[in-house]
């Protein structure tokens, strides 16, 4: 299966956000790219995510599902920007 | 540049039991199911749900399909095509039955989203059951009596892979021009051979980006990004261009 994007991230990041995260918009931290997360590339292995920049690939988010929790890194959004 | 933000989209986390109340073969590999899920409320035309099937030793398998309706209340639609591979599909195209549950969670998704409220012109590209989000679109335009421009370019591989052939022949017209693209065979007598999409063919049967529309593109995820590449070339805003991919090829 090739990868899907970030429209997809709406039900698991519903766990743990009371509002849509898809239109969340996020700088990538490698390269300045501004995007709607429902834009960014996302790669799914099982219930893990990883989740990439469409720009320049860099991993923005990982989301690791554990026997009894949920374990998100952040690792390149330098900030993400909710619409409320 | 000043925005108005979109409605916030409320995301409900909390997984509902359905209940499959009809299926209905659309193609070879695909099928319609509806299903009645106690609670739902509605959705917009768009969005998409997922699933959540469980085997008896306790593995469990979510994947998201999109909605092919946009009505309020609690009866939704789904269509589905059997991936050779699939893992979910060919459960949900072969074996649900009438009376079968389901574990959803949703309505999920505010950004491939067309509201009735919008007026600016829409482009809908599909590529196999990626019709099935711009379906509930078709249908949402259509409930709501909006006179924006709607168009709508769907490739198949044949005429016997076209999701809801019928409907779309009656929601073709003057306001909702449907161009047909036929991958490896045509319908008999058409004016062209079978083939892929390619720019010259978009260009001539797609809204002009001097018309500033909004352009939903679904499909399997090498569909989507060939045609999002061609549309940002005929110079649409990359802003204007929305995407959903399917994965598979």
Redesign the interface.
């Known amino acids: 299966?090739?990868?899907?994007?970030?429209?997809?991230l709406?039900?698991p990041?519903?766990?743990l956000?009371?509002?849509?995260?898809?239109?969340a918009v996020g700088r990538c931290d490698g390269c300045g790219d501004e995007s709607?997360l429902?834009?960014a590339m996302v790669y799914e292995s099982g219930?893990d995510i990883v989740v990439r920049c469409h720009h320049c690939d860099d991993v923005l988010m990982t989301i690791v599902r554990g026997p009894g929790d949920l374990r998100v890194e952040m690792r390149g959004f330098g900030m993400l920007r909710v619409?409320? | 540049m000043t925005t108005t933000a979109p409605p916030v989209v409320p995301a409900p986390s909390v997984w509902k039991v359905g209940t499959v109340a009809s299926v209905h073969t659309e193609t070879p590999t695909g099928r319609s199911i509806m299903i009645d899920v106690p609670g739902w409320g509605g959705n917009l035309a768009g969005q998409h749900l997922d699933l959540r099937l469980s085997a008896p030793d306790g593995y469990q398998a979510v994947r998201s399909y999109s909605i092919a309706s946009a009505s309020p209340g609690d009866r939704l639609e789904l269509a589905v095509d059997r991936l050779p591979d699939g893992e979910v599909s060919p459960y949900l195209v072969d074996d649900l039955q009438v009376g079968d549950e389901l574990e959803i969670r949703g309505p999920l998704g505010g950004w491939f989203v067309w509201r009735p409220t919008q007026t600016e012109p829409v482009q809908l590209i599909g590529g196999g059951s990626g019709i099935v989000p711009l379906m509930a679109m078709a249908r949402a335009h259509a409930a709501s009596g909006s006179t924006a421009k709607f168009r709508l370019l769907y490739s198949v591989r044949s005429p016997h892979d076209v999701f809801f052939a019928d409907e779309l022949a009656a929601l073709a017209s003057p306001d909702f021009e449907v161009t047909w693209v036929y991958t490896r065979e045509t319908p008999p007598g058409w004016p062209s051979p079978a083939g892929r999409l390619s720019p010259a063919v978009l260009e001539a049967a797609t809204i002009a980006a001097s018309e500033m529309p909004t352009v939903f593109v679904c499909g399997p995820t090498g569909f989507v990004e060939s045609v999002a590449d061609w549309l940002v070339a005929l110079e649409h805003p990359a802003a204007s261009v929305k995407t959903e991919r399917f994965g598979g090829k």
């Open positions: 299966m090739t990868h899907l994007d970030g429209n997809v709406a039900g990041l519903s766990e956000f009371s509002v849509d995260m898809t239109v709607v429902a834009g219930p619409p409320l």
